[in-house]
Each structure stands twice: as structure tokens, then as C-alpha cells.
């Protein structure tokens, strides 16, 4: 791979890029400090590359690369189902023994088994006593149908940050649990391979951290959270709201970042978007819909920031 030469800015990049591709040229748009290097795949097509570059440099606003993104983003398409559809078909077993699965993804599957655990210590839910003074956002007391816990975050302002985080542990049913591990397991091993384990935890933590802050402190119409009413509140618990951060990174990067190849296919992104919008709507029962939305928002934002999770 070399470098054709180097563009100030990210939307400039992005289209010749696009427009590269859709000469057959494979490029990529890489950040360099304050400006974007054009790297070309096919080292054969350089001396081509750098006079389309130079091209480019000489008249951007060219009527020829109007269309180029509309264009490039098909050809993604087309090349990602193609993919999709040998993969079935071809094993490389170099690749399989090279990156076993545990070293590829160790965060991802660390974070399944220990909701899986939790889980089976819990009874699904059933049996809560276990964890209800340790990994709820707050520590919460249970009467029977009554619920009191002290107002205002005070264990986390104690120092115990990891409440933060750990709610996303706790599972309050087996399908409950089933579904979100199904759905950590895809979006997890997706981003965690090409991310790297560091970088997706801190999307984890950033995702779990303010989605259960942002259910904490929802002072909307009364909800009924695993059979207690509240309008926020410390009783709230599972993965969905990391599985919504993840799809939003996701999304955004299949649809908006035109320099990679796509996460998700168009039938994953409308089914979740469909799920999102028919939890609000109360027809699936209590569901932490606030944990969703500041998810699925810190994803997305995420998603746009190559500083924060580079290429």
C-alpha cells in the first residue's frame, strides 16, 4: 500500500476516495496529523492514482466526481455481499489458527460469560438478593413490592464508580439475557477484531457509563420496571443499552465512513431501528428505553470521531 499524496480535508478525501473506487482503484482516506493521506492499495496503479490526485487537486468541484459517493457506496455494497457469500463456502484455515476467536475477541467474550454467570447465580432474575447490593447503579433495598435506596448517586459518589458500569450484568429473565448476548456477540466480535480490545472497551464503558446515568435520572411518565413503578431510578439492568451504543457505532460507520468496508447490512440496521422505535411504543412490556436512546446516541458520536477509535 502507498500513499498518493495527502488532502486537507476529510470530505475532499472521502470523495476522491469514492471516486478512485469507482475507477477501479481501491483507496482508503487515513487522518495525518492536521490533513488526510490517500493510501492505494494496489501499489501497480500508483503512477494512475497520483495523476487522478493530482486531477482532483487541480479542480475538486469537476462535474465527474458528482455522483461518485452514490456510486462507490453500491460498489461497497456489492463487494461485502459477495464477501458475505463466499465466506460460507471458503474456510482460511491460516487466518482461523493464526487469530484464535478468545485472543481476537477477549473483551466481548469475557463480558458474555460474566453476565452468563451472574445470570445462573440470579435464577434469571428470580433470585436478585445476590447482587442488589453491589452492581445495581445504586444499592437498592427491597421490601416485598416496596424499593428504597438513598437518592442522589451517593455509593457512586463514595467511590464506587464501577456501579456505573456493572448494571449492564444483570439480566432479569433467560430470554432477556439470550437476546443480548446474541446481540453483544455480533456487534462486539465486529468491532473488537478490527477496533482491538482496548479501544472497544472504552466504547463499552462509555456506552454502559451514560446510558444507566441517563435511565437514572429519566424523570418521565412512570414506567414499570421488572414489576416496580418508577420514573427513573436505580432498578434497571442489562446489556441493551451497550448493544445500542454498538449498533450505533456500527450504523454509522456501514452508512457515513465510505473509506472501510460496511459493519452491518441494511436488513440489521432497519430491524434494529424498528425494534427501538416499537420498544417506546410499550408493546414489548417495560423496557429501558432511555438506556436505548443515550446508547444508541453515544455510538453514533463516537462513530464520527476517528480520534477516538482510529483506523
Same mark, same amino acid.
Given at each position: 500500500m502507498r500513499q498518493a499524496g495527502t488532502i486537507p480535508?476529510?470530505?475532499?478525501?472521502?470523495?476522491?476516495?469514492?471516486?478512485l473506487l469507482t475507477? /477501479? %482503484?481501491?483507496? $482508503?482516506?487515513?487522518?495525518?496529523?492536521?490533513?488526510w493521506a490517500i493510501w492505494i492499495y494496489d501499489e501497480n496503479r500508483l503512477a494512475e492514482s497520483k495523476a487522478e490526485? *493530482? *486531477?482532483?487537486?487541480?479542480? =475538486? *468541484?469537476?462535474?465527474?466526481?458528482?455522483?461518485?459517493?452514490? $456510486?462507490?457506496?453500491?460498489?461497497?455494497?456489492? $463487494?461485502?455481499?459477495?464477501?458475505?457469500?463466499?465466506?460460507?463456502?471458503? %474456510?482460511d484455515a491460516r487466518q482461523r489458527w493464526a487469530t484464535p476467536v478468545v485472543r481476537a475477541t477477549p473483551v466481548t467474550l469475557t463480558l458474555i460469560t460474566v453476565s452468563v454467570l451472574i445470570g445462573i447465580m440470579t435464577g434469571f432474575g428470580r433470585q436478585l438478593g445476590p447482587v442488589e447490593p453491589y452492581l445495581f447503579i445504586a444499592r437498592i433495598h427491597l421490601d416485598g413490592d416496596a424499593m428504597s435506596y438513598q437518592p442522589g448517586l451517593q455509593e457512586v459518589r463514595h467511590g464506587q464508580l464501577w456501579r456505573l458500569v456493572t448494571p449492564i450484568l444483570i439480566h432479569m429473565d433467560l430470554l432477556h439475557l439470550l437476546f443480548n448476548m446474541m446481540w453483544l456477540w455480533v456487534f462486539g466480535r465486529a468491532i473488537e477484531s478490527r477496533r482491538g480490545s482496548v479501544r472497544f472497551m472504552l466504547l463499552v464503558v462509555a456506552g454502559a457509563a451514560i446510558s444507566n446515568l441517563a435511565q437514572y435520572a429519566y424523570r418521565g411518565p412512570e414506567l414499570i420496571l421488572f414489576g416496580h413503578e418508577t420514573a427513573g /431510578? =436505580?432498578?434497571f439492568g442489562g446489556m441493551s443499552g451497550v448493544n445500542y451504543a454498538l449498533f #450505533?457505532?456500527?450504523?454509522?460507520?456501514?452508512?457515513?465512513v465510505r473509506s472501510e468496508s460496511p459493519y452491518l447490512d441494511s436488513r440489521t440496521t432497519f430491524m434494529f431501528l424498528v425494534w427501538f422505535v416499537v420498544c417506546f411504543? #410499550?408493546?414489548v412490556g417495560p423496557v429501558a428505553n432511555i438506556a436505548?436512546?443515550? /446508547?444508541l446516541l453515544v455510538g453514533a458520536m463516537v462513530a464520527f470521531v476517528p480520534s477516538l477509535i482510529p483506523k
Open positions: 480535508h476529510q470530505a475532499d478525501a472521502c470523495r476522491l476516495v469514492d471516486y475507477q /477501479g %482503484i481501491e483507496a $482508503k482516506a487515513d487522518t495525518l496529523g492536521d490533513e490526485f *493530482a *486531477a482532483f487537486q487541480a479542480n =475538486p *468541484a469537476d462535474p465527474r466526481y458528482e455522483g461518485a459517493a452514490r $456510486k462507490a457506496t453500491s460498489l461497497r455494497r456489492e $463487494k461485502a455481499a459477495a464477501q458475505r457469500k463466499s465466506a460460507g463456502k471458503v %474456510i /431510578g =436505580p432498578y #450505533g457505532y456500527c450504523w454509522i460507520r456501514s452508512e457515513w411504543t #410499550g408493546a436505548h436512546a443515550a /446508547g
